[in-house]
Nanobody, 124 residues
């Protein structure tokens, strides 16, 4: 199982960025993919996930309405579109995978497979 994040970088507050998670090594449609982020000294936070089995999506309150997660079963890629970025969105962003449904949702403990992360920095 391999997950590789891409798309991180530096963006000004109010701007947009798109992160991608390329997955391989498992049956894409049978897994949920989540996006998490972590700031040094703080716990990793679940922000968005999609259950490929039925299309269910979940978002953390901190990103709902600004971030959108989507899945492409042809490319085996999950995308996180981030709009109206704020300085507090600065973090290392990770994608993760779990078979079928993560329970509980948006929880680090619910996911067994992780990428290495990509840095997102939002400047004022």
């Amino acid at each position: 199982v391999q997950l590789v994040e891409s798309g991180g970088g530096l963006v000004q507050a109010g701007g947009s960025l798109t992160l991608s998670c390329a997955v391989s090594g498992f049956q894409f449609e049978e897994f949920a993919i989540g996006w998490f982020r972590q700031v040094p000294g703080k716990e990793r936070e679940g922000i968005a996930e999609i259950v490929n089995r039925d299309g269910t999506t979940n978002y953390a309150d901190s990103v709902r309405g600004r971030f959108t997660i989507s899945s492409d079963s042809v490319k085996n890629t999950v995308t996180l579109q981030m709009n109206d970025l704020k300085s507090e969105d600065t973090a290392v962003y990770y994608c993760a995978a779990e078979y079928l449904w993560p329970d509980p949702p948006l929880s680090v403990d619910s996911y067994g497979y992780w990428g290495r992360g990509t840095q997102v920095t939002v400047s004022l």
